[in-house]
């Protein structure tokens, strides 16, 4: 039988300024204050329910999905940059969608890009390697360029290495937007010509033209047996093409979900590895093992991948999951009415001492010693609307930790930066890290050294 409990209205409204400053230190708070299912008064005769347990969350998003929608102010507002793509659409819309897009994820499909995944992460170790030794880089955005170079590759067939820093600014710029909009109860109509509403739209503006050349780019010539091409290919019952509308929403999801969210893992993993040389060591003395077979197979690497799963655990990148009750449900006892706003965290989630030991500490071996519980951890969210990137996401992230790390050593006398909760978690200024070249070890089990 859950019970729910929580702050009343006059409590909540001393503590929204907390809300809109600090909504992460806010989640953590309320969890530990009224436990794992809280609750918070919202609009006459509604609720929000925070909920931290994993038979709810269970409940919510996986056995009783179909009663939730996405209709919430989340991914409305997100929606002025992704339109009805797949993140961020509901209904037959999305279910049409996604079961036309799932075979381009398929292991087999995902296996492919592993060539590439390795050229890209090869690209940007040999860059790094040859810089002057303690160089400081700038691994935020050296993450976002490489993200994004690799969905070029992978989902476009196509070299967008030198639209990454426009493409890349773009990006953040319009995400920023978002979230300045949903903490500002006050935001003014997305039409009025404000300076921010000028630079949201150029930002937005940016994404659409880069995705209107990556079409006519591939109607002009041959096709490719890629993500893109499914989608210019398909055809409804009636023999028509996806609408261009929906083609530009799926495309600019592809482009923002697919490097954004991969980006912001690798750089909390960098910031978290140059906080612990023993780890950095573990994963670099892994790589040159596995590269010693020839190119780097994510199967020779548990390590880097413990250490890409413990850094989503400590800071997934998509931290707020949120639903709206379509219908009255019960929780094993616990009444949600129509129309409530389920949130999920899985930040709050992955840091509850009463499911995970030393939650704080940065510990990959506890991916090696066993599976997470069920619904305790979910960095991809869990049940229909799961992550359609995770499998592409947990090749990537372990391969690009691999090939650098053998390559490089990034180090800091700084402690981790704050967080900031924007639409992922990113770093507050950036993560600035030094860069040392590493001189991969014949004899992998004995040499620690590095350059
Ligand atoms: C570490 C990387 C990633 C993280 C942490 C992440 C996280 C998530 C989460 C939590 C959701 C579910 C949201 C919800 O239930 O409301 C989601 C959905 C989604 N993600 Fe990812 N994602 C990652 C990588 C990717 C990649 C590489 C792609 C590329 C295609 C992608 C595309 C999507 C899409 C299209 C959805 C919506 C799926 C649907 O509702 O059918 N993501 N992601």
Known sequence: MLTASGPDLRALLRDLPTLRDDPLGFFVDLERRYGPVARLPFGPGRFAFLLSDPGAIQHVLQDQARRYTKRTFQYTTLSLVTGQGLLTSDGPVWLRQRRLMQPAFHRERLTGFTASMNAAAAGLAERWSVAPDGQRVDVDRAMLALSLEIVGTTFFTTDLRADAPQLVSAVITALD????????????????PTPAHRAFKRAVGALDDAVTRLIAERRAGPPRPDLLQMLLDTRDEDGRP???????????????????????????????????????????????????????DPRDLPFAT???????????????????????????????????????????????????????????????????QRFAYLPFGAGPRLCIGQGFARLEGPLILANLARRVRLSTESALPAIEPLVTLRPHGGLHLHVTRRVASATPERSTSTL
Do not use: C, K
């Open 177 to 192: 937007h978002v979230i300045a909009r949903s903490r500002n109860p006050f935001a003014p109509p997305i039409w009025l």
């Open 242 to 296: 996806m609408e261009p509308r929906l083609l530009r929403d799926e495309l600019v999801t592809l482009i923002v979900a697919g490097h954004e969210t991969v980006a912001s893992a690798l750089t909390w993993a960098w910031a978290l590895l140059a906080q612990h040389p023993a780890a950095a060591d573990r994963l670099a003395l892994e790589a040159d093992a596995a590269a010693s077979a020839g190119s780097l």
């Open 306 to 372: 413990a250490v890409f799963d413990e850094a989503l655990r400590l800071y997934p990148p998509a931290w707020l999951i949120t639903r709206q009750a379509a219908e009255d449900d019960d929780i094993e006892g616990l009444r949600v009415p129509a129309g409530s706003l389920v949130i999920v965290s899985p930040y709050v989630v992955q840091r509850r001492a009463a499911l995970w030991p030393e939650p704080d500490r940065f510990r990959p071996e506890r991916f090696l010693e066993a599976a997470p």
